[in-house]
């Protein structure tokens, strides 16, 4: 209240000082293009006819999920690169032009826009952001443009304040003459791959604009094949933003997916969107409504201030802009049995690099990666230990991976345990349960590579063939991190949530002393798997040493192991499928519990920090000359002890 006190005269008259002298509240990007909520009037991005289906002023509730990637490009947002990976027809790149407009209107700003070519920058130039300028009341008499050099391709706008650099991207000798706060790259997949020695031209001005306290850098782009893409490696390191819409039906919110659109075979008119949560069918018509409620959710929301990432795919098409969800089904039967048209598809249609039979990976390839340690020994550097087993009716099937700096995984044992494995109790002549002899090996010592015993962190056994058994098994060993896990068909479903709690107590309330089981997102462990697996083959000029694979084979493994684990292969229609003679598929999914094992609360591994594995490093790896830890080592590992968890008596009876 500084103007308390003042006599009334001066106090009106400093007040209209202050009211001159305050600057009026900057716009956000979406409200410069459609007005302040609730004032159309006042958008002041005019849409032609000759560029939209919709001339008139621009409406941010007609395609809603625009206005989440208008506040990305904010300054006020912290990320300073922001990728869009979209399908053809998602609007995006009027989201730009928002953002330029919004700036020339608005606020001084130095803009640097990157083309494929000259030439499509020239017209991106003449038939886009010409026309926008045009359209902004005001604005018309302050633009002036030309050539910034003689001896060089880039054009310049300028507006008081303001300049926007026009660029190509196989110009990066243009580029680096350039230093500007805001990038701009479209159709980056499109530009040519530049030549070994240059620098790439978006690189480049990324390490230019590096100067600038505000910078944004937009990259924006289909996504083209998976060797040569730009936007897609940007895209997998960004948080990964996806638009969740609810169900029409329940409500349960989820982002579209190829593989929900349901048709019958040769009638793509029949086209339906069904709910992976309660599999009731939507129809086209109902976009506009599960749109309206839509929301961005990251998959890595700690990368927030670094990269901002979205994916725009054209299922999401508002009803009037873009294909109908029937047009996509009719596009993919016409693309059947041409390797290029599915390339297309996936490209423009889905906004996902297509891969094709590289998407598949062969097991020889794999074992021949294999090195010579033993089965059931703990490399150096190996530093916690978790497990995966599988049920089937004669055997289970367990596997063993161990973990170490950087989540790199080396595959400790494989083991059978053959017998009836819908018995849990030892049988009338006394002999004992197949179970019996699965907890007698989860209970036991491996030895790190220095002779300290080490024991398994979590282990999780697959609860969905013999859910009663498994559970029995599992209850009375919660304390020693043995949880029951069942495989989740939801393609989204994070690698390991929260545990449900299947026993119930009188009244039909969970029991949470009870039983817990694990919901598991095998879709995504799967595709970790197999982007982990590719990543190790590496190039044939850049081969990766075996200390920085991601995953780790004995050459002790049989063959058997490498064909189960690289049993399966994915197809966006139909989700993970089985290969055509490949029958058994239990390394695949040994590996992929373990894994999610790890991932398990009371392990973390994705979230350990360096004090951590110093720590562990120092428990199991002490440095030569050392004393020998002589402490008890207890059924669970020092990671959960770390945490809230304190061994109980029967644990330590178990010892
Ligand atoms: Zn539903």
Redo the contacts with the bound molecule.
């Keep these: 209240m500084p103007l308390d006190g003042i006599p009334d005269g001066y106090r009106a008259g400093l007040e209209d000082l202050v009211r001159v002298f305050t600057p009026p509240a900057r716009k956000s990007i979406a409200e410069w293009a459609g007005g302040p909520d609730g004032h159309p009037e006042q958008a002041k991005r005019i849409l032609t006819s000759k560029t939209s289906a919709y001339p008139g002023p621009w409406r941010n509730d007609r395609v809603p999920y625009l206005p989440g990637i208008m506040d990305a490009l904010d300054d006020r947002h912290p990320a300073p690169i922001i990728v869009v990976c979209k399908s053809a027809q998602s609007c995006v790149s009027e989201v730009l032009l928002n953002w330029i407009g919004r700036s020339m209107d608005a606020m001084p700003a130095a803009f640097l826009a990157l083309w494929p070519s000259v030439e499509v920058g020239k017209k991106w130039t003449r038939t886009r952001v010409r026309p926008m300028i045009l359209g902004v009341p005001g604005m018309r008499m302050q633009m002036s443009s030309g050539q910034k050099r003689p001896d060089s391709t880039l054009l310049e706008l300028h507006w008081p304040g303001g300049v926007l650099n026009i660029g190509s991207m196989n110009k990066p000798d243009d580029v680096a003459t350039v230093s500007v706060p805001n990038i701009i790259v479209d159709d980056a997949d499109r530009a040519p791959l530049t030549l070994a020695g240059e620098g790439d031209p978006f690189e480049l001005a990324l390490m230019r604009s590096s100067t600038f306290e505000r910078r944004k850098a937009a990259i924006v782009s289909t996504p083209t094949d998976i060797d040569r893409s730009r936007i897609w490696p940007w895209w997998l390191r960004s948080t990964m933003d996806r638009f969740f819409v609810p169900?029409?039906?329940?409500?349960?919110m989820?982002h579209l997916r190829f593989a929900q659109l349901k048709w019958i075979k040769g009638k793509p008119s029949s086209a339906m969107y069904e709910?992976?949560?309660?599999?009731?069918l939507m129809e086209n018509r109902h976009k506009k409504r599960i749109l309206a409620d839509g929301e961005w959710r990251a998959e890595h929301p700690e990368r927030e201030t670094q990269v901002k990432g979205f994916h725009v795919i054209g299922l999401y098409a508002p009803v009037g802009l873009g294909y109908e969800w029937a047009l996509h089904a009719d596009a993919w039967e016409r693309a059947q049995g041409s390797d290029a048209r599915i390339q297309v598809f996936y490209n423009t249609r889905l906004g996902e690099v297509h891969k094709g039979e590289r998407q598949r990976v062969e097991w020889a390839e794999i074992k021949a990666r294999a090195e010579p340690y033993a089965l059931r020994s703990v490399p150096r550097g190996t530093l916690l230990l978790v497990s995966g087993t599988d049920v089937q009716a004669d055997r289970l099937e367990t596997q063993v991976l161990g973990f170490g700096r950087g989540e790199r995984i080396v595959v400790v044992d494989t083991v059978v345990h053959y017998g009836d494995t819908t018995r849990l109790l030892p049988s009338g002549d006394g002999e004992a349960s197949v179970w019996a002899k699965l907890d007698e090996y989860l209970a036991g010592a491996f030895q790190s590579s220095r002779d300290v015993p080490m024991r398994l962190s979590c282990s999780l056994v697959d609860s969905g063939y013999l859910t009663d058994v498994v559970l029995g098994f599992t209850r009375p060993r919660k304390a020693r991190n043995i949880f029951a896990c069942r495989g989740s068909a939801n393609a989204s479903r994070q690698p390991i949530g929260r545990p449900s709690y299947p026993d119930v107590k009188r009244r039909g309330k969970a029991d949470t002393r009870g039983a817990e089981r694990y919901e598991l997102g095998v879709s995504m462990l799967k595709h970790w798997l197999f982007e982990a697996l590719r990543a190790d083959a590496g190039k044939p000029d850049a081969p990766v040493l075996p200390a920085d694979r991601h995953i780790r084979f004995s050459n002790e493994l049989p063959d058997e192991y490498y064909r189960q684990l690289t049993a399966e292969t994915y197809d966006p229609k139909h989700g993970w499928i089985p290969r055509a003679n490949y029958h058994r598929n239990e390394s695949l999914d040994t590996f992929v519990y373990a894994r999610a094992a790890a991932m398990h609360h009371s392990v973390a591994v994705h979230r350990l920090r360096d004090a951590d594995w110093e720590r562990l490093e120092s428990l199991y790896e002490p440095a030569a000359g050392g004393a020998k830890p002589t402490a008890p080592v207890l059924g669970v590992s020092p990671i959960a002890r770390m945490g809230s968890f304190l061994p109980t008596s029967a644990q330590v009876r178990n010892e």
């Design positions: 169900c029409i039906h329940c409500n349960h989820q709910c992976e949560e309660c599999s009731a």
